[in-house]
C-alpha cells in the first residue's frame, strides 16, 4: 500500500521569531524525518531503522519500494526546508534499510542459504507431523462420548479413627460376653518333648572327665557318647553328638581349660590338657 508521503515542518518564521541558529536546530530535529506509511508501519524514518534493527519490526513485509518512492517525493517536497546534511543522512538510512532487506532476501553465501533452507524444511516436515499426529488424535474414539469406562462402586469412605477405636471395643465386650459361663480352664497348649540329644553341657562333663584320666591328651570323637547301632535316629544323634562335642571343646580352651590341636586341614582334632 503506497500512500503519499508527509513530511512534518515547522511553519515559516517572520523575522524576529527566532535566531538563525535555533531555526537550523529546528530544522534538523527528529520531527523533520520523513513520516513513512507502508502496510505494516507508520512513522519517522529512523525509528523504523531503530524498530528494524531491534527485531521489533518485521522488514519481510515492508515494500522497499514504497519506502523508496515516499523517500524521494520527501527530498523533493522538502526544497529548503531541510538542510543538505539532513537530507544526506536520510539516504544514508534508506541505504541500510535496503541492505538489511537484500540480506533478508539473499543470504551472505551459498552454504548459509542451504543452511536455512534444510531449516525451513525441518520446520514445515515438524509441522506436518503435528498436524498428523493431532489428526489422527482427534479420529479416536473419545471417553465419555464414543466409549464409556466400566462403572465402578465407589470405595466407602474412610472411617474416623475414634469410631474404629469405639468398633475395637464393642467387639471385645461381645468377645467377652459370649465367653460368661464357661470354664477357667485355660486352653491346652501345645510342648513338644526335645529330643533326648547330646547336649553341650554333658559333652563337657565328658571332656573334663577324661582330660583326669589321660593328661596327654586323647581325640575329639574320643569323647562322643556310646549309640546303638540299631538306634532309629542314629545319623541323627551322631552328628548332634559331634557338634555338641566340637563346641564344648571350643568353650574349654576360651575358658583355658583345655587346647585343641589339629595339624592339617581335615585331620583329627586332638584335645589335651593346658600345659604348666
Do not use: H
Not at 52 to 63: E, F, H
Not at 77 to 97: F, I
Not at 184 to 204: C, F, H, K, N, Q
Request: with cysteine.
Amino acid at each position: 500500500m503506497a500512500e503519499a508521503l508527509v513530511l512534518e515542518q515547522e511553519p515559516a518564521r517572520g523575522e524576529g521569531q527566532g535566531t538563525p541558529a535555533e531555526r537550523g536546530d529546528r530544522a534538523d530535529s527528529p520531527s523533520t524525518s520523513p513520516q513513512l506509511r507502508v502496510e505494516g508501519f507508520e512513522g519517522p524514518l529512523d525509528f523504523l531503522l531503530e524498530m528494524v534493527r531491534r527485531q521489533r519490526v518485521d522488514l519481510g513485509p515492508l515494500s522497499i519500494l514504497t519506502l523508496t518512492d515516499q523517500l524521494v517525493g520527501a527530498i523533493e517536497n522538502s526544497g529548503g526546508g531541510a538542510r543538505l546534511e539532513r537530507r544526506a543522512d536520510w539516504l544514508v538510512m534508506a541505504s541500510q534499510l535496503l541492505l538489511l532487506k537484500a540480506q533478508l532476501l539473499a543470504p551472505a553465501s551459498q552454504e548459509a542459504a542451504q543452511e536455512e533452507a534444510r531449516r525451513r524444511l525441518a520446520q514445515l516436515d515438524e509441522l506436518a507431523r503435528v498436524r498428523a499426529g493431532a489428526e489422527w488424535l482427534a479420529t479416536r474414539p473419545q471417553l465419555g462420548r464414543e466409549v464409556f469406562a466400566r462403572g465402578q462402586v465407589d470405595s466407602p469412605a474412610p472411617r474416623p479413627q475414634a469410631e474404629l477405636y469405639v468398633a475395637f471395643l464393642e467387639a471385645t465386650l461381645a468377645l467377652l460376653e459370649s465367653r460368661e459361663g464357661q470354664g477357667a480352664e485355660a486352653p491346652a497348649t501345645y510342648r513338644p518333648a526335645p529330643p533326648d540329644l547330646w547336649r553341650i553341657s554333658d559333652a563337657v562333663l565328658r571332656i573334663t572327665e577324661l582330660l583326669r584320666q589321660s593328661p596327654t591328651g586323647f581325640p575329639l570323637q574320643r569323647c562322643l557318647p556310646t549309640i546303638p547301632p540299631a538306634a532309629p535316629d542314629r545319623p541323627l544323634r551322631l552328628r548332634a553328638a559331634l557338634a555338641s562335642t566340637l563346641v564344648a571343646g571350643l568353650e574349654l580352651a576360651r575358658d583355658g581349660r583345655a587346647v585343641l590341636q589339629q595339624d592339617e586341614a581335615f585331620d583329627a582334632v586332638l584335645i589335651g590338657p593346658v600345659p604348666a
